[in-house]
């Protein structure tokens, strides 16, 4: 179920702990294994990186239903994570994603028509100094207005 090659990247971030603490590459270990599998988990997905890391499932799932960065149903090929913390609540997130479901045809949760596109609302980005903002990939995008979001939107398509 878990690839050589993903095998292969977990077993780096394994050699980054002390002998026998595996486990501690959890987090990664279900990251790649995400973007191995067309970046979803699901349950059998998370119980074979658990026996992979030699851990339990429940201790496995805990990490994935935690953090927000997993994904538990199918999102599109991008995914605008929409910061919903007070800072960015503050500064007009909440006008800003009804724009942005509006523009999209979505609702946060849902994905495009076309599957290229899904929103997420996420708790906190870490990026309060530029809020509101949102999170495509790697890439933070702050300060945002409608036409902001416009043009980044248009842009990925």
């Not at 270990?29 to 429940?58: H, S």
């Not at 309060?128 to 248009?154: H, R, S």
Request: some cysteine; overall charge negative; charged content about 20%.
């Amino acid at each position: 179920m878990i690839s050589k090659k993903t095998q292969t990247q977990i077993d780096a971030w394994i050699g980054k702990y002390p002998q026998g603490k595996q486990s501690s590459a959890v987090m990664e270990a279900l990251r790649v294994v995400q973007a191995e599998n067309n970046n979803q988990l699901t349950p059998d997905l998370i119980q074979a990186v658990a026996d992979y890391l030699d851990m339990p499932g429940i201790a496995a799932a805990e990490v994935a239903t935690f953090y927000e960065n997993y994904n538990h149903q199918s999102v599109g090929k991008y995914t605008i994570r929409f910061c919903h913390n007070i800072s960015c609540m503050l500064n007009g997130a909440d006008d800003l994603i009804n724009h942005l479901e509006t523009k999209l045809g979505v609702k946060t949760g849902e994905v495009t028509q076309d599957g290229l596109i899904s929103v997420k609302k996420v708790e906190c980005l870490g990026a309060c100094v530029g809020a509101p903002m949102f999170q495509i990939g790697d890439q933070y995008y702050e300060n945002l207005t409608t036409d902001k979001i416009d043009k980044i939107v248009d842009g990925l398509k």
